[in-house]
């Protein structure tokens, strides 16, 4: 199955019905950027309870990422139980230009997963290889780089991870200054009155780091000891990868991201974010097609003198990468670590399954 725009609105009908069957009350947002169709929006899902505690599950941060964050959103109103008194939020397609697109980045290329630090720092490692991850033109020997590279070799990649604000056409470019999208995420706050809860829970539904198949869980945090992060462990095991903690273990640590700038948002509430990865392809495929993808989009102009079988191959490889869904047993490990996260957290929070 080849996704497009028409998977995008295709999965905005379905989980709007399995919303609205499970009884949901709903609300839309968008962060107008230019271009955006009035239908192509961010759709907030939720339901208020009576305990002053609230999880809220996020897809579709990094667009494309939202067709599989989408399947687990329709599950969670088809088929996951959760106490009457708990509130529950369900934001679909957070990154709606690029939802509907089926890219990573929106309309101004930015990932909205390097977006919301507090400070865009520059990033030197990023810097120093531009040239490479951002080639003048894109041809097989400008992404074998990546496919041929020694592991030894790789870390200096990886540290591009991070997120960059100085290359607007780059990746993990996560703008020069907060835009729309940061609105827009504090109009979600304000609309669900987050900052009245006692509270907090958010879950966010990511795709294509770690091995095939295999959940990977990552917490923002800072430190592996504080509070917030025992708890975090006590909630979710030890497995818990601490990304911005030095020699992770995972891949590089990560400014900008969406659980942090949330609990900014939210002085004084209990806050405990988690982001569920779920494994794809190895390095060594997904990073050329995130290049190719990013090379095709910011040069239009050149697409034709590039050879159509590497295009075909590179974009194929993209959606393979971020959004496997013909793949049952792929999407059906998806589905139960997202499952299990659920639980995990309605229990953190004090309440028994049913």
Not at 21 to 29: I, L, S, T
Not at 79 to 103: C, D, I, K, Q, T
Not at 243 to 270: C, E, M, Y
Not at 323 to 334: I, Q, T, Y
Request: proline fraction near 5%; hydrophobic fraction near 40%.
């Amino acid at each position: 199955m080849l996704l497009s725009n028409d998977s995008a609105r295709q999965a905005q009908e379905n989980v709007w019905r399995a919303a609205l069957r499970r009884g949901m009350e709903f609300a839309r947002f968008s962060p107008d950027l230019d271009g955006l169709k009035k239908d192509e929006t961010t759709d907030v899902f939720y339901h208020h309870g009576t305990d002053g505690k609230m999880i809220v599950v996020i897809s579709g941060v990094h667009g494309i990422e939202g067709i599989p964050g989408s399947l687990v959103q329709q599950s969670l109103f088809r088929g996951w139980g959760w106490p009457e008194e708990l509130s529950v939020a369900v934001v679909h397609a957070f990154n709606s230009s690029a939802f509907y697109n089926m890219r990573r980045t929106d309309k101004n290329n930015i990932d909205l997963n390097r977006h919301f630090s507090e400070t865009l720092d520059h990033n030197p490692d990023y810097a120093g290889i531009r040239h490479l991850v951002e080639p003048e033109m894109l041809t097989e020997d400008s992404l074998n780089i990546f496919r041929n590279l020694p592991k030894s070799e790789m870390g200096a990649f990886l540290a591009t991870v991070k997120g960059q604000c100085e290359f607007p056409e780059g990746l993990f470019y996560g703008g020069k200054e907060r835009g729309p999208s940061y609105e827009m995420l504090k109009n979600i706050c304000s609309f669900l009155h987050l900052q009245e809860y006692k509270e907090v829970v958010v879950i966010d539904l990511h795709t294509g780091l770690g091995p095939y198949k295999v959940a990977t869980l990552l917490s923002p945090l800072l430190s592996k000891t504080s509070e917030d992060a025992v708890r975090t462990k006590s909630w979710y095991g030890d497995g818990v990868n601490f990304i911005n903690v030095k020699d992770n273990g995972v891949v590089s640590s990560v400014q900008g991201d969406v659980a942090p700038a949330l609990q900014r948002l939210l002085p004084g509430v209990k806050f405990t974010g988690i982001a569920l990865e779920m494994g794809t392809n190895t390095i060594a495929e997904s990073f050329p097609a995130l290049i190719a993808e990013n090379w095709l989009y910011n040069h239009p102009e050149l697409v034709n003198k590039v050879n159509p079988a590497l295009v075909t191959r590179e974009m194929e490889m993209f959606l393979k990468s971020f959004a496997p869904v013909e793949d049952k047993e792929w999407l059906k490990a998806l589905k139960m670590a997202a499952c299990k996260l659920w639980c995990q957290s309605i229990i953190g929070l004090g309440y028994e399954l049913y």
